[in-house]
């Protein structure tokens, strides 16, 4: 059974940082690309950012800049960093990872953090 487990979300100041994390643990033969999704209440689920294996990462506009998404193939994690936090930046973020058994790909999905801007 393969599982997503994010941390490190909470309520930070606007201008604050947080960095959340997530790993993936189970049993599986590779993970491909990972990424970070947020979503609020009565809001679609945006796409944050997102790293493929080799390195190569993609970002909302919204948080270019600000937002630094990294990975350890060696560790099974991904990384956001998130400096320079609006009040808007306020969601539940996802982390997913495309994992595959050696036969097939599949998306999986962490349980989701929430982190709170706000003075």
């Known amino acids: 059974q393969v599982q997503l487990v994010e941390s490190g979300g909470g309520l930070v100041q606007p201008g604050g940082s947080l960095r959340l994390s997530c790993v993936a643990s189970?049993?599986?033969?590779?993970?491909?690309?990972m990424g970070w999704y947020r979503q609020t209440p009565g809001k679609q689920r945006e796409l944050v950012a997102t790293?493929?294996?080799?390195?190569?990462?993609n970002s909302a506009d919204s948080v270019k800049g600000r937002f630094t998404i990294s990975r350890d193939n060696a560790k099974n994690t991904v990384w956001l960093q998130m400096n320079s936090l609006k009040p808007e930046d306020t969601a539940v973020y996802s982390c997913?990872?495309?994992?595959?058994?050696?036969?097939?790909?599949?998306?999986?999905w962490g349980q989701g953090t929430q982190v709170t801007v706000s003075s």
């Open positions: 790293i493929s294996r080799g390195g190569r990462s």
């Open positions: 189970g049993s599986f033969f590779s993970i491909g690309s």
């Open positions: 997913y990872g495309v994992i595959g058994d050696g036969s097939s790909w599949r998306d999986y």
